[in-house]
């Protein structure tokens, strides 16, 4: 369901596009409930709420940047991805980073208005359909208008669910609360919530989820569109970031056992058009770009890109840290370091000019993953050619950046004319899906909840499977055209000794396999294992970007959860509740 066509829908009628916030009274629309009481009409109100899946809306308030739906900027506050480019340039983000965590920041804002938005508008068509009389409509329409409601709930379980893994307790506005306008609806219930995991509001995105699942139906002529087993990838996904396992291993075994969902030979196909839905893909958002400043482009990642590079792009953000590029090193078996990947540095540029010599490191043994994830010196850029160094990006080596670029975000050299969508200032606007969900975050997920239920034989063939897509994908030629860039290796786990090392492997399998996808910051607090991971990449980290440990404030378990934008809680007129230690 690419994007081309929502914003000359939005121009028909306003109820959608404006008045979405939070505690904003929605405008009044220029087409009435009875108009729209046909799915015809609720399906524009659909396409309303699906085209905010990536956050972008109008009259948005906040840093512009931050209301992407890929969650690229939470990756920062993981040890994942830097800000990237100069310290001086969207320092908002710097603040983050370096967790100087200010409840008026912009970025905060943005997502939060985004996230409820999209809640509005997918009670918006719930309203509408509550208001029709399916014993009148042709069985046909009857039906359609059931699946549609489906489409809405589960919208409004998304949008919850990434409220609640960001905020943590956050208000429920109800299709009733929207009716009547009430959208300053308290967050607070019983103690306060230190951690997404004890939410009150999880009930409301399970119910919303299960709705789906019994409504929706098995299969959908537009691609974008959930299915029954999407919203059991999503309840699963529900119930794994709740610790409620058993449950979590139900719903996604089901989804495995569909048949619906396959990795995708090439790794590369998740980043790419070729596999733009295709069977990897459960969930994602519908991108597209035309050869001019595309509106339905991934604007919310415009400056994610090299700062110059090949094709004069601009920002140079969201560069991979070094503390992720040493995770794919492996051993003589080409399984990971668990323990010891850290211990010393993977080769790298840092502080050398493009125009000094430099070696990349080609004999280290590697998982391929590497050089899908992480740009590095001397090594092909996505189909442009090699990598040069320093003269791609564009933080100077006084700021906390690093020596890497991402991969994941961008288009490839042959997808210029299809997936760029490009303009002033050397903006980006991607054409590139991105996967909220795709089928080896479920395998993955499984096999954590398996681990977690004792089941260790189904997550070590889980892990495998993902595993062995690694081994036998194509990988990273060298520039010269001598064969692989890199000692590329990838091996399977024999057993899973116990728990602990099966735990261990599921959570380090899910780093470098989704890796600068914005997972890893709520696997780390779902984990619980913030405040001793993040202090270790700190200091890691500082043994190359030698001032990163001297500006990182130390991080604690407040963080752990967002504070509530201090603009929400006025403009709700102090209904909202901030969250602990803000």
């Known amino acids: 369901m690419k994007k081309k066509f929502i914003y000359c829908i939005l121009a028909v009628f306003t109820a959608i596009s404006c008045g979405d916030d939070f505690s904003t009274t929605p405008a009044v629309g220029a087409l009435s409930d009875e108009t729209l009481a046909n799915p015809a009409g609720v ?8 085209s905010v899946l990536d956050g972008q809306r109008n009259n948005a308030a906040g840093n512009q940047f931050g209301r992407g739906g890929d969650n690229w900027w ?25 967790n100087d965590i200010q409840t008026s920041n912009g970025y905060f804002r943005a997502k939060f208005q985004a996230l409820y938005a999209g809640v509005n508008r997918a009670n918006a068509a719930l309203s509408v359909i509550a208001g029709i009389d399916r014993e009148a409509l042709l069985p046909a329409d009857a039906a359609a208008i059931t699946a549609q409601e489906g489409e809405a709930r589960f919208l409004r379980g998304h949008f919850y669910f990434e409220l609640i893994k960001i905020f943590g307790n956050v208000a429920l506005i109800s299709v009733e609360n929207y009716d009547a306008q009430e959208f300053n609806q308290p967050n607070v219930e019983g103690t306060p919530v230190t951690s997404f995991v004890n939410s009150p509001a999880w009930a409301q995105v399970e119910a919303d989820f299960q709705f789906a699942v019994e409504n929706l139906p098995a299969t959908q002529s537009d691609p974008g569109r959930p299915t029954i087993m999407v919203a059991r990838a999503y309840l699963g996904k529900a119930h794994l ?13 089901a989804v495995i056992n569909s048949g619906e969902f396959e990795l995708n030979a090439e790794y590369l196909n998740n980043f790419n058009a070729a596999g733009e839905n295709s069977a990897e893909s459960v969930f994602a958002i519908q991108f597209a770009a035309d050869d001019g400043q595309s509106f339905n482009g991934n604007i919310g990642g415009t400056l994610n890109f090299p700062g110059g590079g090949p094709f004069g792009s601009c920002c140079g953000f969201y560069q991979p840290t070094i503390d992720l590029a040493n995770a794919f090193r492996v051993d003589a078996n080409g399984l ?18 493009s125009d000094e010599a430099f070696t990349p490191d080609t004999t280290t043994p590697v998982d391929p993953r590497l050089d899908y994830t992480v740009g590095r ?38 997808e210029v004319g299809t997936n760029r969508g490009a303009g002033a200032w050397g903006q980006e606007h991607s054409g590139v899906n991105y996967n909220i969900i795709r089928y080896a975050d479920v395998l993955l997920m499984a096999a954590e909840a398996a681990v977690e239920t004792g089941d260790l034989a189904s997550a070590l063939t889980y892990v495998n499977e993902v595993r062995d897509r690694a081994a036998s994908t194509s990988v990273v030629q060298a520039v010269d055209g001598s064969g692989p860039a890199a000692n590329y290796q990838v091996g ?19 780093r470098i396999e989704l890796g600068m996808e914005g997972h890893r910051l709520f696997d780390l607090r779902r984990w619980g294992v913030t405040t001793t991971v993040l202090p270790d990449y700190y200091a890691n980290e500082t043994r190359t970007i030698s001032n990163f440990g001297p500006k990182v404030g130390p991080y604690t378990s407040t963080y752990d959860l967002i504070p509530i934008p201090v603009d929400a809680i006025g403009l709700s007129g102090g209904v909202l509740s901030q969250n602990p230690g803000y």
């Open 74 to 98: 939470l990756d920062v506050m993981s040890d994942d991805a830097h800000k990237g480019s100069t310290d001086g340039d969207q320092t908002e983000l710097l603040s983050i980073e370096i």
């Open 336 to 353: 990971p370091l668990l323990d010891t990947f850290n211990d010393s540095d993977f080769l790298n540029d840092y502080g050398i000019e």
């Open 492 to 510: 399977t786990y024999a057993s899973f000794p116990d728990a602990a090392f099966a735990r261990a492997a599921v959570r380090f399998e899910r």
């Open 241 to 253: 970031y709740q610790s409620d396992w058993a449950n979590a291993l139900t719903e996604l075994t």
């Open 43 to 50: 399906d524009l109100l659909l396409t309303g709420a699906y």
């Open 377 to 414: 010196r001397g090594i092909d850029f996505n189909g442009f050619g090699e990598h040069i160094g320093k003269e791609w990006i564009r933080a100077g080596f006084t700021d906390l950046s690093g020596p890497y670029l991402p991969k994941k975000n961008v288009y490839q050299e042959s």
